[in-house]
Structure formats: C-alpha cells, structure tokens
C-alpha cells in the first residue's frame, strides 16, 4: 500500500476525475470538485463554491450548510425505502458497477505500472 497515491481518470464526455489519497499526515487531503469557472470545496458539515477570478470575475464565494446527516444510514435507509416502494434507489447497481470498473482499474494499474484502458463494447479493462 503506498503512503501516497493519485489517479487522473478520463471519461468519453470529456470530463475527468482526479482522486489524491494520503496517510503521511493527520490533516488528509480535502475533498473537492474542480472545474474552469470554480472549486467546490466539502467539509464535514457544509460545501464552499469558490470562483476562479480570472474566468467569472471578483465573485464572492458561496457557502452552503449541510442540511443531511449522509453517510452509511442515510444509504440504507434509502435502499429499504426503495425495496418497500420498489423505487431506484440512490446509488444503484448501475452506479456502483461504474464505480468499480473505475477502482478496480486504479488498482490494476498501480499493480501492472501501466496505464488501465476501458473497452466499453467488450466490458473490460486492459493495457
């Protein structure tokens, strides 16, 4: 397991997610989404939606405070809500197959030392 790791994934909509982790230190790495007009930085109980100057201009950042407790519960409540009224539930298998191809495809490329592709006609992970 290495002290330190970072992954950049690329998606076919021209979006990408870069994931950082840590355990050199107690602090951690915060958690944010970052796009070119701002950054949207989480905290424990609110969200901070800071601009980037030079693209929208001199804007004020906005903070919002999290109304939701979140967490494992939330998410099981959720899916026995959904067994009840036969909803979909908010993280279904669809999402969580999404987003262990994506794990599973860090993880082989730290163990392989190479660059993991997705075939999407195939369904499968290569090199």
Excluded at 53 to 68: F, L, P, S
Excluded at 85 to 102: N, S
């Amino acid at each position: 397991m290495p002290d330190t790791f970072s992954v950049q994934i690329d998606y076919p909509s021209n979006r990408s997610a870069i994931l950082t982790a840590s355990t050199v230190n107690d602090f951690g790495i915060p958690a944010a989404i970052r796009s070119h007009e701002g950054t949207i930085v989480f905290d424990r109980d609110q969200l901070t939606l800071q601009y980037q100057k030079g693209i929208v201009g001199d804007r004020e950042a906005v903070t919002v405070h999290n109304q939701r407790t979140g967490g494992a519960l939330e998410h099981l409540e959720n899916f026995y809500a959904c067994m009840r009224d036969r909803k979909k539930p908010a993280c279904d298998v669809e999402l969580a197959y999404k987003i262990q191809v994506a794990v599973d495809m860090m993880v082989m490329s730290f163990r392989e030392g190479k660059t993991a592709y997705w075939n999407r006609r195939k369904e499968e992970i290569g090199f």
